[in-house]
Protein backbone atom coordinates (compact mmCIF):
# COMPACT_ATOMS: atom_id res chain seq x y z
CA UNK A 1 0.00 0.00 0.00
CA UNK A 2 1.37 3.46 -0.68
CA UNK A 3 1.67 6.23 1.98
CA UNK A 4 -1.34 8.93 0.50
CA UNK A 5 -1.70 11.80 2.28
CA UNK A 6 -4.52 14.57 1.46
CA UNK A 7 -4.57 18.13 2.89
CA UNK A 8 -6.57 21.04 2.24
CA UNK A 9 -4.11 23.48 0.38
CA UNK A 10 -5.88 26.50 2.23
CA UNK A 11 -3.82 24.75 5.35
CA UNK A 12 -0.42 24.82 3.67
CA UNK A 13 1.91 27.56 5.00
CA UNK A 14 2.20 30.69 2.75
CA UNK A 15 6.21 31.08 2.03
CA UNK A 16 7.71 34.53 0.51
CA UNK A 17 9.24 34.23 -3.29
CA UNK A 18 13.19 34.89 -2.66
CA UNK A 19 12.56 37.97 -4.78
CA UNK A 20 9.26 39.32 -3.06
CA UNK A 21 7.33 39.01 -6.26
CA UNK A 22 4.69 36.35 -4.31
CA UNK A 23 4.39 33.45 -2.50
CA UNK A 24 4.02 29.63 -2.87
CA UNK A 25 2.69 26.86 -0.68
CA UNK A 26 5.45 24.32 -0.80
CA UNK A 27 3.07 20.43 -1.27
CA UNK A 28 5.95 17.96 -1.54
CA UNK A 29 9.66 18.15 -1.50
CA UNK A 30 12.64 15.46 -1.31
CA UNK A 31 15.66 17.16 -0.04
CA UNK A 32 17.21 19.14 -2.91
CA UNK A 33 15.79 16.85 -6.00
CA UNK A 34 12.32 17.79 -6.53
CA UNK A 35 9.61 20.41 -5.23
CA UNK A 36 6.21 20.53 -6.01
CA UNK A 37 4.50 23.85 -5.12
CA UNK A 38 1.56 26.49 -5.84
CA UNK A 39 2.32 30.23 -6.55
CA UNK A 40 0.43 33.63 -6.39
CA UNK A 41 1.98 35.34 -8.79
CA UNK A 42 0.98 38.66 -8.12
CA UNK A 43 2.92 41.28 -10.20
CA UNK A 44 5.38 41.54 -13.60
CA UNK A 45 8.99 41.13 -12.40
CA UNK A 46 12.23 38.87 -12.42
CA UNK A 47 11.74 35.09 -12.09
CA UNK A 48 14.08 33.56 -9.20
CA UNK A 49 16.86 31.81 -10.80
CA UNK A 50 17.74 28.12 -9.67
CA UNK A 51 21.00 26.74 -11.27
CA UNK A 52 20.71 23.10 -12.51
CA UNK A 53 17.46 22.78 -12.09
CA UNK A 54 14.25 22.34 -14.60
CA UNK A 55 11.22 23.62 -14.35
CA UNK A 56 7.70 22.78 -15.32
CA UNK A 57 4.53 25.46 -14.40
CA UNK A 58 0.63 24.69 -15.34
CA UNK A 59 -1.47 28.01 -14.85
CA UNK A 60 -4.40 27.23 -12.58
CA UNK A 61 -6.23 30.74 -12.33
CA UNK A 62 -6.04 33.37 -13.90
CA UNK A 63 -4.69 34.60 -17.93
CA UNK A 64 -0.95 33.16 -17.95
CA UNK A 65 2.50 34.58 -17.48
CA UNK A 66 4.57 35.31 -20.11
CA UNK A 67 7.84 34.67 -19.49
CA UNK A 68 11.71 36.41 -21.55
CA UNK A 69 14.86 36.29 -21.80
CA UNK A 70 16.80 37.84 -24.52
CA UNK A 71 15.39 36.44 -27.34
CA UNK A 72 13.84 33.36 -25.37
CA UNK A 73 9.86 33.41 -24.95
CA UNK A 74 7.88 31.27 -23.19
CA UNK A 75 4.19 31.40 -22.29
CA UNK A 76 2.38 30.08 -19.26
CA UNK A 77 -1.21 29.15 -20.29
CA UNK A 78 -3.96 27.79 -18.28
CA UNK A 79 -3.97 24.31 -17.81
CA UNK A 80 -1.33 23.89 -20.26
CA UNK A 81 2.20 22.17 -18.65
CA UNK A 82 5.31 23.95 -19.96
CA UNK A 83 8.82 22.73 -19.33
CA UNK A 84 11.34 25.66 -19.30
CA UNK A 85 15.46 26.10 -17.77
CA UNK A 86 15.50 27.24 -14.38
CA UNK A 87 18.91 28.30 -14.69
CA UNK A 88 17.77 31.34 -17.24
CA UNK A 89 16.73 35.19 -15.86
CA UNK A 90 13.63 35.08 -16.92
CA UNK A 91 11.67 38.37 -16.69
CA UNK A 92 7.70 37.66 -15.60
CA UNK A 93 5.17 39.82 -17.55
CA UNK A 94 0.92 39.27 -16.35
CA UNK A 95 -1.24 38.48 -19.25
CA UNK A 96 -4.23 39.78 -17.37
CA UNK A 97 -3.74 40.43 -13.61
CA UNK A 98 -2.48 37.65 -10.76
CA UNK A 99 -2.07 34.24 -11.60
CA UNK A 100 -2.07 31.26 -9.53
CA UNK A 101 0.46 28.08 -11.13
CA UNK A 102 1.62 24.86 -10.05
CA UNK A 103 5.44 24.60 -10.52
CA UNK A 104 6.91 21.55 -10.55
CA UNK A 105 11.08 21.75 -9.51
CA UNK A 106 13.55 19.08 -10.66
CA UNK A 107 17.40 18.68 -10.83
CA UNK A 108 18.29 18.69 -14.25
CA UNK A 109 18.66 15.34 -16.23
CA UNK A 110 17.66 13.69 -13.51
CA UNK A 111 14.15 13.16 -13.22
CA UNK A 112 11.32 13.46 -15.43
CA UNK A 113 8.29 15.37 -14.69
CA UNK A 114 4.96 15.59 -16.14
CA UNK A 115 1.80 17.66 -15.31
CA UNK A 116 -1.51 17.31 -17.15
CA UNK A 117 -5.28 17.97 -16.38
CA UNK A 118 -7.07 15.39 -15.18
CA UNK A 119 -9.82 14.72 -17.63
CA UNK A 120 -10.31 11.10 -17.91
CA UNK A 121 -9.47 7.78 -15.83
CA UNK A 122 -6.13 7.63 -15.38
CA UNK A 123 -3.81 4.30 -14.11
CA UNK A 124 -0.74 6.32 -12.60
CA UNK A 125 2.19 3.26 -12.61
CA UNK A 126 4.25 2.42 -9.43
CA UNK A 127 7.69 4.00 -9.15
CA UNK A 128 6.59 7.50 -9.09
CA UNK A 129 5.86 10.79 -6.69
CA UNK A 130 2.25 11.83 -7.87
CA UNK A 131 0.96 15.50 -6.67
CA UNK A 132 -3.20 15.82 -7.58
CA UNK A 133 -4.33 19.74 -6.81
CA UNK A 134 -8.39 19.84 -6.70
CA UNK A 135 -8.77 23.68 -7.82
CA UNK A 136 -12.45 23.74 -8.60
CA UNK A 137 -13.49 20.03 -8.83
CA UNK A 138 -12.41 16.94 -7.35
CA UNK A 139 -11.73 13.28 -8.17
CA UNK A 140 -11.57 9.57 -6.41
CA UNK A 141 -8.77 7.70 -6.15
CA UNK A 142 -7.74 3.66 -5.35
CA UNK A 143 -5.39 1.38 -5.67
CA UNK A 144 -6.57 -2.03 -8.09
CA UNK A 145 -6.49 -5.12 -5.49
CA UNK A 146 -6.21 -3.37 -2.13
CA UNK A 147 -8.72 -1.83 0.32
CA UNK A 148 -6.92 1.70 -0.75
CA UNK A 149 -9.64 4.04 -2.27
CA UNK A 150 -11.13 7.32 -1.17
CA UNK A 151 -11.93 10.84 -2.42
CA UNK A 152 -10.10 14.22 -3.25
CA UNK A 153 -12.42 16.85 -2.42
CA UNK A 154 -12.20 20.48 -4.17
CA UNK A 155 -9.31 22.68 -2.45
CA UNK A 156 -7.51 19.42 -1.34
CA UNK A 157 -3.88 18.07 -2.54
CA UNK A 158 -3.19 14.58 -2.68
CA UNK A 159 0.37 13.18 -2.25
CA UNK A 160 2.16 10.04 -2.82
CA UNK A 161 6.09 10.52 -2.67
CA UNK A 162 6.47 6.70 -3.60
CA UNK A 163 3.64 4.57 -5.16
CA UNK A 164 4.37 0.87 -4.59
CA UNK A 165 1.16 -0.32 -6.66
CA UNK A 166 -1.01 1.64 -9.55
CA UNK A 167 -2.88 4.51 -8.42
CA UNK A 168 -6.54 4.76 -10.41
CA UNK A 169 -7.74 8.41 -10.81
CA UNK A 170 -11.11 9.31 -11.76
CA UNK A 171 -11.91 12.59 -12.34
CA UNK A 172 -15.60 14.12 -10.85
CA UNK A 173 -18.04 16.81 -12.34
CA UNK A 174 -15.83 19.55 -13.92
CA UNK A 175 -16.46 23.00 -11.69
CA UNK A 176 -16.28 26.22 -13.80
CA UNK A 177 -14.73 29.54 -12.11
CA UNK A 178 -15.42 33.14 -12.54
CA UNK A 179 -13.38 33.47 -15.55
CA UNK A 180 -14.97 30.12 -17.78
CA UNK A 181 -11.79 27.83 -17.09
CA UNK A 182 -12.40 24.47 -15.93
CA UNK A 183 -11.26 24.17 -12.39
CA UNK A 184 -10.05 20.52 -13.54
CA UNK A 185 -7.76 18.70 -11.14
CA UNK A 186 -4.30 18.47 -12.46
CA UNK A 187 -1.73 15.56 -12.36
CA UNK A 188 1.70 15.96 -11.36
CA UNK A 189 4.12 12.66 -11.89
CA UNK A 190 7.85 12.45 -11.20
CA UNK A 191 9.89 9.66 -11.58
CA UNK A 192 13.73 9.13 -11.88
CA UNK A 193 14.99 9.96 -15.88
CA UNK A 194 15.91 6.21 -16.39
CA UNK A 195 12.31 5.66 -16.09
CA UNK A 196 9.66 5.38 -19.11
CA UNK A 197 6.01 4.54 -18.47
CA UNK A 198 3.60 3.99 -21.76
CA UNK A 199 1.32 6.97 -20.59
Known amino acids: MSAIDIRAIASIPLEPWRNGAGVTRTFAAQDNAWRVS ?7 GPY ?6 SRTSLVLRGGGVALRHDASVVMLKPFEAVEYDGDKAWMASLVSGPVTA ?3 MSASGRYRTRGRALVDTMIVPPGCAVVVVAPGSG ?3 SEPGTMTCGDVAPGHVLVARHLSRPLRL ?17 LVTIEPAAI ?3 D
Not at 38 to 44: F, K, M, P, T, V
Not at 48 to 53: I, K, L, N
Not at 170 to 186: K, T, Y
Open 139 to 141: CSF
Open 170 to 186: VPGEHAVDSQGLNGLPV
Open 102 to 104: LNV
Open 48 to 53: SRFAGV
Open 196 to 198: RTN
Open 38 to 44: LAEIERD
